[in-house]
């Protein structure tokens, strides 16, 4: 009889994606879905995949609110799981996940958990005592855990078939100059758009931009970069990537290993109004283990950034040999986990 697996995501992309990596690798050995809160409004969410859209809440806007929209996904995920009949829940992090897990553990439904964070969210820390196996993108991940885990590698590969010299001549972009892409993650970022704008009249000529600004902010960037490749959204975000010498970041986990993935030196700006601090966790890792740069958001954010831009630029030839021997570990395999 053929396995019932369900995949728990929601959110940002860098929940999203290894949850989707997760399913190519294992859709034709199981019946997979995907349920998550508001699954069928994200943007970062294919819907065409085999999917349940439930209710939930971070309780942001009130703790009543948040108790009947958390009360009201539960309820839902119990019937989802009941009539599908699931022999295994696996969840990767967020308050979107939380109804499903907790549903899973009501019915008696294993739970495995899945954290792409090194400092991991509340649910993850909440919900690791009671999951079946536990599993961390980052070593020092586990100790900060109820329950031992093991740490594994969980991203996409970069496409290694993209004609750089071709999409940069599509992209408008010259050949010969450095290229810096600016990129505030799957919901963009306003203070890292300002700064693609601030640096543009101070650069020398051999310095080229690429601005992925997010929705909200794309007609304001672009009609101040008239001249420049400014995307509200692209993908493959690694095509960009590969392109790149350099980018400037946030420090979210899908980011992160886009980074790792592509061997592209950065400069990141951690989010510091993210829940708990996370994107700084990230940050302190690939500044310190992978080689990059950290500017904070309470310092001069420009002063900042172009003193580790010029640090970056004088140890350039080092920067991507040095990300490349600097491999994630991995002690098992998710995939054969889920699977057996």
Not at 115 to 135: C, D, I, M, S, Y
Request: charged letters at 25%; proline letters at 3%.
């Amino acid at each position: 009889m053929e396995k019932t697996i369900f995949i728990a995501t929601g959110g940002t992309f860098g929940h999203i994606r290894p949850a989707i990596t997760l399913y190519e690798s294992i859709r034709k050995e199981a019946k997979v879905y995907f349920i998550g809160a508001h699954l069928d409004k994200n943007p970062f969410f294919d819907v065409k995949l085999p999917s349940y859209s439930i209710s939930s809440a971070n309780f942001s806007k009130g703790f009543w609110r948040g108790l009947w929209r958390l009360s009201k996904g539960v309820f839902q995920s119990l019937h989802i799981l009941k009539a599908e009949a699931p022999s295994l829940v696996i969840g990767f992090g967020s308050f979107h996940t939380l109804p499903p897990l907790i549903a899973a553990k009501l019915l008696g439904i294993d739970v495995i958990l899945y954290e792409p964070n090194r400092f991991p969210g509340k649910v993850n820390r909440f919900f690791a005592r009671f999951a079946k196996k536990n599993f961390v993108a980052f070593e020092e991940t586990k100790g900060l855990l109820k329950k031992s885990a093991q740490s594994v590698e969980l991203m996409l590969k970069a496409s290694k078939s993209v004609n750089r010299e071709e999409l940069m001549q599509k992209l408008g972009l010259d050949r010969a100059k450095k290229t810096v892409l600016f990129y505030g993650g799957s919901l963009g970022a306003g203070l890292i758009n300002n700064l693609a704008i601030e640096v543009e009249g101070t650069w020398k000529d051999e310095i080229q931009t690429v601005v992925i600004t997010g929705q909200a902010d794309h007609e304001r960037v672009k009609g101040i970069l008239k001249h420049k490749a400014v995307f509200s959204f692209y993908k493959p975000i690694e095509e960009l990537l590969l392109i790149a010498d350099f980018a400037v970041t946030r420090a979210g986990a899908g980011t992160f290993f886009d980074l790792v993935t592509t061997s592209t030196p950065a400069i990141m700006i951690p989010y510091a109004a993210g829940i708990e601090n996370h994107q700084l966790y990230n940050a302190r890792y690939f500044e310190e283990v992978i080689c990059g740069g950290i500017v904070l958001e309470e310092k001069n954010v420009l002063e900042e950034f172009t003193l580790a831009f010029e640090k970056m630029l004088r140890e350039f030839e080092n920067h991507k040999t040095k990300i490349q021997s600097k491999g994630m570990t991995q002690e098992c395999s998710i995939i054969e986990t889920v699977l057996k």
